[in-house]
Each structure stands twice: as C-alpha cells, then as structure tokens.
C-alpha cells in the first residue's frame, strides 16, 4: 500500500480526534455555547482533513482521470443516482431485518446527533453532505477495499471493509444497516471503476436523509417511517 494511504487513515484518525481540540478553541475564543462550540470544531477538523486528504490523494486523482476503462461521465450520473436509491432501499430492508429478526430498535443515536448539530448550525450539513461521503469513500472503499479485493475477492472484501465501515460509526447495533451500505458503496466502485461514484451516490443519500429531516419533529418522523414500514412490509 503506498505510503500516502497510510497518511490519509491517519489524517482521518486525527480529524475524529482533533474535534475536542478545535471545539476547545472556539469555545474559548468566540462567545458561543458548548453545544455550538463542538458544532463549528467540527466544521474546523472535518473541512482542514478534507483539505489535507485531497492533497494527499493528487496522484490518484491524475490517474482517475487519465484511465480510460472506467465509466462515462454519463455512466457516473446514473449509477451515482441509482446508486443512492439502491443505498437507501437497501438500508430500509436491513432496518426491517434488524428490527422484526433481531429486535433491535430503530433508529441511530449517531443520525439523531448529526440532525440535532444541524438544526443548532445549518452549517454542519457540509460534514454529512460533502466531507463524511468524501474521507469514507476513500478511506473504506478505495484503500481498504481497494487493497484487500487485489488480494482476495470482492465478497471477502467488501465484507470486510463494510464490517469496519460499520463498526467506526460507533454503533454496533446498527452493523447490518452500516454494513449493507457499505456493500452497496463497494459493488459502485467495482461497477464502474471510478471512487467518485460511490462518493457521489454516498452524498446524494446523505443529502437526502439530511433535507428530509430537517424540518420534521423526531417524534413525527419516527411515526411516519412506523408506518411506511407497516405499509410496506406488514403483509409478510
């Protein structure tokens, strides 16, 4: 694996880690609540990583852009947008799964916290929207899956890699839903042999997920997602 990889996992390491850092600072510097203060750290550490993995990741950008055996800019526009949908669909049969088989409740601590920092700082939305889908698709999908699917096979790795995917949101419970978008994201790679179009179906479905939420109260939207789920699924 080149030396630069291993740069960027530890840069994204360090993004994670630097949030109570910079929210420190800010907190400190600026006339702002605690609350506000991890909210625009995270801005600061999510935006200054995406900064540096961008640069780090120059010399894969060059190739992307010089191979000719990966998708169209018109195969990347459609497998991005189906692949969102494909992606959410997806996460609602695992939701189904876990829930009915596995008793697990649903809903994620994980969503309900990036919605709340939204609501108080609509600026926030660029960490899900654009800097999370960016750091993780390169991160899970082109190193880690990248490197294990030349050594093994696709179903192995992006077992794997989604496995990881999973467990780094902090939210074991919800592996199969974190797990399934992960396949979801590798079979993209694999399809069309260009890292931006799981990038790119990973931000429509955050976007979406996020805009959706924004305006609805929690206790409506857990009502309405009960019911579509009866709708759905209540005949089996």
Do not use: C
Request: no cysteine; charged share 10%; proline share 4%.
């Amino acid at each position: 694996m080149p030396k630069r990889y291993w740069w960027v996992i530890i840069t994204y390491i360090i993004t994670q880690f630097s949030v109570f850092l910079t929210a420190n600072l800010v907190y400190n510097a600026f006339t702002v609540s605690k609350g506000e203060a991890i909210v625009y750290g995270s801005i600061i550490s999510f935006v200054l990583g995406l900064i540096v993995v961008l640069f780090l990741m120059k010399p894969d950008m060059k190739l992307g852009l010089q191979q000719r055996d990966g998708a169209s800019v018109g195969g990347i526009i459609i497998w991005s947008l189906l692949g969102a949908f494909i992606a959410i669909f997806s996460q609602g049969i695992a939701n189904f799964i876990q829930t009915m088989v596995f008793g697990v409740e649903p809903g994620s601590e994980n969503t309900q916290g990036i919605m709340e920092m939204t609501r108080a700082v609509p600026l926030f939305m660029i960490i899900p929207i654009l800097a999370a889908p960016i750091l993780e698709e390169i991160i899970f999908r082109k190193i880690i899956f990248g490197g294990l699917y030349k050594r093994t096979n696709f179903f192995i790795a992006a077992l794997l890699s989604a496995v990881i995917f999973g467990l780094i949101h902090r939210e074991p419970q919800h592996i199969l839903v974190y797990g399934t978008m992960g396949l979801v994201f590798a079979y993209l790679y694999v399809k069309t042999k260009r890292i931006i179009v799981p990038i790119f179906a990973h931000m429509a479905m955050n976007g979406l997920v996020v805009i959706a939420q924004y305006n609805i109260d929690p206790a409506e939207l857990e009502k309405q997602l009960n019911e579509l789920q009866t709708i759905l699924f209540g005949y089996f």
